[in-house]
């Protein structure tokens, strides 16, 4: 995996430990099996300077521990690394729920206006600040994000999560064509704000920037060109698009490029893909689209909640899996209707249902934590509690709800509890979110 020199990270509280069932992922359950979960049914977990210093038996790890350090004691709930969603749009929160539509004309009916509120920095601003504290309080710690257009649409962003130390990625939107007038840029103003915005932000405190042709059907070859040629000159940049959604939107890209064998070509012909590169949706793929995805390192984003919502198509979990693609979980806000990691899992473990395919709730969890972190090639600083990752976690209470407890009591094993919590659970089992040891919400 990629490595990169550790820089001190922020935190006030040099040592910190917490205590409860602690459970997290050294690899895909798909593959290791059982060998892929570690669990403490009483742990401790031991925070250095905003890392993982240690994790272990509480009976062990407390011996050992100064016999004053607080503890921060969530006995009777488990605690995970923290979720990682892999795809969302902060500038779509209002558009959440909105009737009655499929991608197209969804995007032209409802989210393309309220994208456009977001040239006023103040807009941006209140919406970035309620959208950080959402992921926060569903238990998400870091998330890879589309803003608008507007450059003071990332700025605003980057912001609210620079004040909340979270790990998070954006970029300004890249569309110069088939768009409104007002949500339109060039290919020259699309690079000078990319550059601007890149030189700003990306690598600052734990931020980085994601390079974001919103999709092909809305950027003209020549700024397709030129966010492959950002990719490739900035180490470390991500690059997000949407890929192969839905029928109309596939006939329309293969209408608007007729030179290129399939949809994921397109993104293939412009050299935008590779590492870091992060595809939504991904639905009309075929076997060669996967493979080429496999050899490059690009990754899928399932986004089960909205293709759901938008009756845009059924994700290929299986297939994918085969062909070896890194795959990470999406809520995509606002066609998803949930920020919650926990109901966007029981929503792909349905759309799985549909397809005779089975999400076991072990690889479930490690989706949405240590594989969404392999996907964006973040999992040597996120997604375990590995020693020397930054220790950004959430703790999950199981009682949360009457129906959750009831059924909670008649599970014997720990995959029937977390099939139990993805089934029936939501934001209000998020007792607590941690950033970087931190307490930054708590119910
Ligand atoms: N394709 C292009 N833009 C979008 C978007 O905002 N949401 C979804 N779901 N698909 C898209
Ligand atoms: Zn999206």
């Not at 109901?343 to 240590?370: C, H, I, M, N």
């Not at 970087?436 to 919400?441: I, Q, R, S, T, V």
Request: contains cysteine.
């Amino acid at each position: 995996m990629t490595s990169t020199p550790m820089p001190p990270l922020p935190s006030p509280r040099p040592l910190r430990a917490l205590r409860g069932e602690i459970v997290h992922f050294l690899g895909d359950p798909a593959e290791l099996g059982a060998r892929a979960i570690e669990q403490f049914t009483d742990g401790v977990l031991l925070v250095q300077d905003g890392r993982i210093a240690e994790l272990g038996p509480a009976a062990e790890l407390l011996a050992r521990l100064p016999a004053d350090l607080p503890i921060d004691d969530y006995r009777g709930h488990l605690i995970l690394p923290g979720f990682i969603d892999t795809h969302t749009h902060y500038a779509q929160i209002d558009v959440v729920a909105s009737y009655g539509e499929q991608l197209l004309t969804w995007l032209q009916k409802y989210t393309f206006p309220a994208e456009a509120r977001f040239a006023d920095p103040q807009h941006a601003s209140a919406a970035a600040a309620f959208f950080c504290n959402e992921l926060l309080r569903n238990g998400t710690t870091t998330a890879c994000v589309f803003a608008t257009v507007h450059s003071s649409s990332v700025d605003a962003l980057f912001m609210a999560a620079q004040r909340r130390n979270m790990r998070l990625i954006t970029g300004k939107v890249l569309m110069d064509r088939n768009c409104p007038p007002g949500l339109r840029d060039t290919a020259e103003t699309g690079e000078l704000e990319s550059r601007q915005l890149i030189e700003r932000w990306h690598g600052r405190d734990r931020l980085l920037y994601a390079l974001t042709p919103r999709f092909p059907a809305t950027s003209s070859d020549g700024q397709m060109r030129m966010a492959a040629r950002l990719f490739a000159q900035h180490p470390g940049l991500h690059l997000q698009s949407h890929l192969a959604e839905s029928r109309s939107e596939i006939d329309w890209v293969a209408a608007l490029y007729p030179h290129a064998r399939s949809y994921l070509d397109v993104f293939a012909q412009f050299g935008q893909l590779g590492p870091r590169s992060v595809f939504a949706h991904g639905i009309g793929i075929d076997d060669e689209d996967r493979a080429r995805m496999a050899a490059t390192g690009a990754a899928l984003s399932f986004c089960p909640s909205s293709n759901l919502f938008l009756g845009s198509g059924l994700f290929d979990l299986e297939r994918a899996g085969e062909a070896g693609i890194r795959v990470g979980i999406g809520t995509d806000i606002g066609a998803g209707t949930s920020v919650s990691m926990l109901r966007t899992l029981g929503d792909a473990y349905k759309v799985l249902q549909l397809q005779g395919q089975s999400l076991a709730p072990e690889r479930a969890f490690y989706l949405a934590t240590l594989g969404g972190a392999r996907s964006l090639y973040l999992d040597d600083r996120v997604g375990s509690f590995a020693a020397g990752r930054e220790a950004d976690l959430t703790v999950l209470d199981t009682q949360a709800t009457p129906l959750l407890a009831r059924r909670i009591e008649t599970c014997s094993t720990l995959a029937e509890r977390l099939f139990a919590l993805m089934t029936l659970g939501d934001d209000r089992c998020v007792r607590a979110t941690h950033i970087l040891g931190e307490p930054a919400w708590q119910r």
